[in-house]
């Protein structure tokens, strides 16, 4: 990360400083001015900004800036806001890397957006800013009026920024009131930005893929098991991107037969078949401007989908029994739990319709492949159904989490969902234990282990795996990640057979 720097050991000191100044910062405000004062430091700039997006992520507001030594930051001065349109910005949100330009060229770099000035700027650092989950929350900008090449600084400045934010998160929020003894510690971190639960590697992946496709207009496929959250995936692109103002609307294309869900999609004239007694709209006229999103496309009729690609090519759609065509501005979401390309083959899926939804597919991983994620979804449904029942919160006892580890979950999140309802309404103390879950042996995994330490092993192992994949296969940072001494990691991976090879 710091070889290509110049004088790499003295940049480490330098920043590790840095982040020890941060730490300590006990104002929101000061955060940013630090993280600002910090970056321009570090690479030698007299110029950093900080862009961050609103809530709704349609808006890019200067959140401060600091120029030849000085920090001027929004909430202490009226710094033009809304930087929605500014080319270079916006391509290093879309593309989520850093930008780095060492010759800027007035006339190919638009760059209104950095202050004026006797000299013109001559080199240019951008890069997204990543809440530790690595959703984009803005754009941390360095500039200096010589030339300098600056992307040797784009990874540390942005771990710098993560942390930055972090922090700043923190500071604003009010100190929590004192938790009654014995009480369970509220568990947010498990929760991903967006109200998905569940922080295991195939989800972190997925939550990246996520926060690339929030910005664009692009078609997203996502595909998966029953249950695994597909719509609550696509309620999230939909949340989180521009389009949450507008409608978000959704439609399962197996609950139709073919002619009902034409009409349903697109529309009808008066008269185009009995019982249609007037004009109607169709859910692309509803979803005009929002998201539209299609759940079991892989069941929609061949012919349905000649018409659906027309409408996705040209923006125009026909209602049946009309004539002419209308535009619609539509961002179409299709989920499918099929294998779409195996449909293609069969001649059940048309190839051209194929392509053009596939342009950004997601796949949501099944829940029995990520152990440590049953554990935290099992927590937190108990804890949503403790809260609707008005009762207080239970405790899983460690057999009924065993318990669940091992079972495979055909019916996934949705499965569980229902599992830890039933066992909460089913438990009379606050203890849930594994009878309360009524899991039948046979519908445990074949390969489940048999007895409870057995079990817990197996939990232990998937999250060694888990932990050491995201860290790359790096024994060093997955122990400390672990809270473990690097040797206790080394054995632990030995004793439950870790091998290399399935890092
Ligand atoms: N990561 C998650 N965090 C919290 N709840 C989840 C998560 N994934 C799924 N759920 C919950 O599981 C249930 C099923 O999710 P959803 O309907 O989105 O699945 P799906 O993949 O669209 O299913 P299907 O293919 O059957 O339509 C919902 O109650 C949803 O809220």
């Not at 000061?30 to 609103?54: K, M």
């Not at 065993?402 to 309404?425: I, T």
């Amino acid at each position: 990360m710091l070889a290509q720097v110049p004088q790499p050991l003295r940049y480490a000191e330098a920043l590790l400083a840095r982040f020890i100044e941060l730490a300590a910062v006990e104002q929101a405000d000061e955060v940013l001015s630090t993280l600002l004062q910090s970056a321009a430091a570090l690479c030698a700039c007299p110029l950093a900004q900080l862009y961050l997006l609103d809530d709704s992520h349609t808006q890019l507001t200067l959140a401060g800036q600091w120029l030849d030594g000085r920090a001027t930051l929004h909430s202490a001065a009226r710094l033009p806001s809304d930087y929605a349109g500014d080319q270079l910005l916006q391509y290093c949100l879309c593309q989520n890397q850093p930008l780095s330009l060492g010759e800027l060229v007035p006339s190919l770099h638009p760059v209104d957006f950095l202050p004026t000035g006797a000299r013109p700027w001559r080199s240019l650092l951008c890069l997204p800013v990543r809440t530790a989950q690595g959703q984009i929350r803005g754009v941390l900008l360095c500039a200096d009026r010589g030339p300098q090449v600056l992307d040797s600084f784009a990874v540390s400045l942005g771990q710098l920024a993560t942390f930055a934010l972090a922090r700043w998160h923190n500071l604003q929020q009010p100190c929590p009131a004192a938790r009654p003894p014995g009480s369970a510690a509220p568990r947010a971190e498990m929760a991903s930005d967006y109200g998905l639960i569940g922080d295991s590697t195939a989800m972190q992946a997925m939550y990246r893929l996520i926060g690339k496709v929030l910005h664009n207009p692009t078609s997203v496929l996502l595909s998966g098991e029953t249950g695994t959250g597909k719509e609550l995936v696509a309620r999230a692109i939909h949340r989180h991107g521009s389009r949450s103002n507008r409608a978000f609307i959704v439609q399962n294309c197996a609950a139709l037969p073919e002619s009902l869900l034409e009409s349903e999609l697109f529309g009808c004239r008066k008269g185009a078949f009995t019982g249609a007694e007037r004009d109607r709209k169709g859910l692309f006229d509803a979803a005009d401007g929002g998201t539209l999103f299609l759940d079991e496309i892989g069941d929609m009729p061949l012919s349905l989908q000649a018409k659906l690609l027309r409408v996705l090519q040209e923006g125009e759609v026909r209602p049946l029994g009309s004539s002419t065509t209308h535009r619609v501005d539509v961002r179409l979401i299709a989920a499918t739990h099929h294998d779409l390309r195996a449909l293609v083959e069969q001649g059940r899926f048309r190839e051209d319709l194929f392509y053009r939804l596939a342009v950004f597919p997601i796949e949501l991983p099944p829940l029995r492949t990520r152990e440590q994620d049953i554990l935290n979804l099992a927590r937190h449904f108990a804890e949503q159904a403790c809260a609707q029942l008005q009762r207080s919160p239970c405790r899983w006892s460690d057999a009924a989490l065993a318990q669940l580890a091992g079972y495979r979950f055909p019916g996934n999140v949705r499965e569980l969902k229902g599992l830890v309802e039933r066992a909460v309404l089913l438990c009379d103390g606050n203890r849930l234990l594994p009878e309360h879950l009524s899991l039948q042996p046979r519908q445990t995994a074949d390969d489940a282990p048999q007895n409870l330490r057995a079990r817990l092993e197996h939990v232990e192992r998937n999250l060694l795996l888990d932990c050491l994949r995201s860290n790359r296969g790096n024994q060093s940072r997955a122990a400390r990640e672990l809270g473990l001494p690097r040797r206790t990691l080394l054995y632990r991976m030995n004793r439950l057979r870790i091998a290399p090879g399935e890092i």
